[in-house]
């Protein structure tokens, strides 16, 4: 009798247990949840770089405004944004100079950012360019401070 009972646990127990095959089934099901998520976090790495275009904009023109205060005017197109970085000795010479940036900042593309004064929308503002994904200047994908918003 203790042979019979012990026969049935075991059938018991094989069949409450999961088979390879059911296996195979769920950790398929979980590979293609986790592609399908994988796709579109990638997709929103994009987003964030366009966030930090806007977001660097924002820095890059707070320190622009700050080297006017100091200096009298906005650095030159010939200047760049290595003015917030290295006192220019061309001209116009600034007034006062501080430096207000380590380093060129470049775009989530690891590209620099183009400087220009006077801008092409608002000639007495200065305008900062992203080249975008492409990297080639002139293409639709080119951010501009002076677009509008």
């Known amino acids: 009798m203790k042979n019979n009972a012990s026969a049935a646990n075991l059938r018991r127990r094989i069949k409450a247990g999961f088979t390879l095959l059911e296996m195979v089934i769920v950790l398929g099901i979980i590979a293609v949840l986790l592609g399908g998520s994988i796709a579109l976090i990638g997709g929103l790495g994009e987003g964030a770089k366009l966030q930090r275009v806007e977001a660097d904009f924002n820095a890059i023109g ?9 200096a009298g005017n906005y650095p030159t197109t010939q200047q760049g944004l290595k003015a917030l970085v290295e006192k220019p ?43 975008g994904k492409d990297m080639q200047e002139g293409t639709d994908d080119d951010f501009s401070s002076q677009d509008p918003k």
């Open 89 to 131: 000795s061309g001209s116009p010479v600034p007034r006062r100079w501080t430096q207000l940036s380590e380093a060129v900042p470049k775009d989530p593309w690891g590209v620099d950012y183009i400087y220009r004064f006077p801008g092409k929308r608002i000639a007495s503002e200065f305008e900062l360019i992203s080249k």
């Open 62 to 70: 707070a320190a622009l405004k700050t080297y006017k205060l100091n």
